[in-house]
Nanobody, 115 residues
Framework: QVQLVESGGGSVQAGGSLRLSCVTS????????MAWFRQAPGKEREAVAT???????RYANSVKGRFTISQDRAKNTLYLQMNSLQPEDTAMYYC?????????WGQGTQVTVSS
């Protein structure tokens, strides 16, 4: 059935960039929300970037101006471009697609930023 698979994580130095990808397999009829979440050890999961069907993307204040969420519908892929990475961005990153009726999560990809 539906699977979301993230890739593109890794280890980078502060100030570097990464682009995360989330490829969706299987069919999802309607997606109201596409988003990227992250969770660091000992911290709560937080929404980093959220794209709604009828409004502009929203970003957490901590990443605003540095991260950009985008989608390539032809490739069934959701992206998160991360620039000017900081050690505080270190976390497991998850992609999400959902609506009121359903939700799908990827398995996560690790991002580690060193100083």
């Amino acid at each position: 059935q539906v699977q979301l698979v993230e890739s593109g994580g890794g280890s980078v130095q502060a100030g570097g960039s990464l682009r995360l990808s989330c490829v969706t397999s299987g069919y999802i009829a309607v997606t109201y929300c596409m988003a990227w979440f992250r969770q660091a050890p000992g911290k709560e999961r937080e929404a980093v970037a959220t794209s709604f069907s009828n409004r502009s993307p929203r970003y957490a204040n901590s990443v605003k101006g540095r991260f950009t969420i985008s989608q390539d519908r032809a490739k069934n892929t959701l992206y998160l471009q991360m620039n000017s990475l900081q050690p505080e961005d270190t976390a497991m990153y998850y992609c999400y697609q959902g609506s009121i009726d359903f939700s799908y999560w990827g398995q996560g990809t690790q991002v580690t930023v060193s100083s």
